[in-house]
T-cell receptor, first 113, second 124 residues
Framework: AQKITQTQPGMFVQEKEAVTLDCTYDTSDQSYGLFWYKQPSSGEMIFLIYQGSYDEQNATEGRYSLNFQKARKSANLVISASQLGDSAMYFC??????????FGQGTELSVKP | GAVVSQHPSWVICKSGTSVKIECRSL??????MFWYRQFPKQSLMLMAT?????????EQGVEKDKFLINHASLTLSTLTVTSAHPEDSSFYIC????????????????????FGEGSRLTVL
């Protein structure tokens, strides 16, 4: 069965610093997709970044980049130049066949001024 | 971007009553929608896959008679929590997968997934 693991329940980062949120996954599929979402206290799920299993380049979207290491089955999210508004829950997710997403446990990021 | 609307955003009800939550895709048709449940400080747990025109597929451990799902049109899926109890209090969130984009609404990729804003249910 497919599985997503986030081992950091909470993380702190100083404003303007970079932070890495860890995500490892387990799947027997050759083709899969990995996602990161941000969930502020309002509850909405905000899509941040996507990495396909066959993508050779690491995905980047503005201040977000995904450190994809296929052999290690890891897809860590790197947020550069942290801002106070980055404080939120962050979820790593994998797309299963049929399109449904399974989510990791989440990491609560707190950005300190 | 594409919008998926959930209604109501929050609801308080008495124990024993039923509550209906709507998930509507505004910019596209969605033959498939997903319903998730989330307890505070926890992950999103998939409850069921809603398929337009057919029965929903429920995840293991989810009571289908308790959580009724109806996907009556290409843009609307509903989740009804029947005979709600305090332990059903949770955050329910849907996501919709683009099957056909509506013309004039900008670029949308088939298969792309969008989330609703979520519905917070409190059962007294």
């Amino acid at each position: 069965a497919q599985k997503i693991t986030q081992t950091q329940p909470g993380m702190f980062v100083q404003e303007k610093e970079a932070v890495t949120l860890d995500c490892t996954y387990d799947t027997s599929d050759q083709s899969y997709g990995l996602f990161w979402y941000k969930q502020p206290s309002s509850g909405e799920m905000i899509f941040l970044i996507y990495q396909g299993s066959y993508d050779e380049q690491n995905a980047t979207e503005g201040r977000y980049s995904l450190n994809f290491q296929k052999a290690r089955k890891s897809a860590n999210l790197v947020i550069s130049a942290s801002q106070l508004g980055d404080s939120a829950m962050y979820f790593c997710a994998m797309r299963e066949r049929g399109g449904k997403l399974i989510f990791g446990q989440g990491t609560e990021l707190s950005v300190k001024p | 971007g594409a919008v998926v609307s959930q209604h109501p955003s929050w609801v308080i009800c008495k124990s024993g009553t039923s509550v209906k939550i709507e998930c509507r895709s505004l910019d596209f048709q969605a033959t498939t929608m997903f319903w998730y449940r989330q307890f505070p400080k926890q992950s999103l747990m998939l409850m069921a896959t809603s398929n337009e025109g057919s029965k929903a597929t429920y995840e293991q451990g989810v009571e289908k008679d308790k959580f009724l799902i109806n996907h009556a049109s290409l843009t609307l899926s509903t989740l009804t929590v029947t005979s709600a109890h305090p332990e059903d209090s949770s955050f329910y969130i849907c996501s919709a997968r683009v099957s056909v984009k509506i013309k004039g609404q900008g670029p949308l990729n088939t298969g792309e997934l969008f989330f609703g804003e979520g519905s917070r249910l409190t059962v007294l």
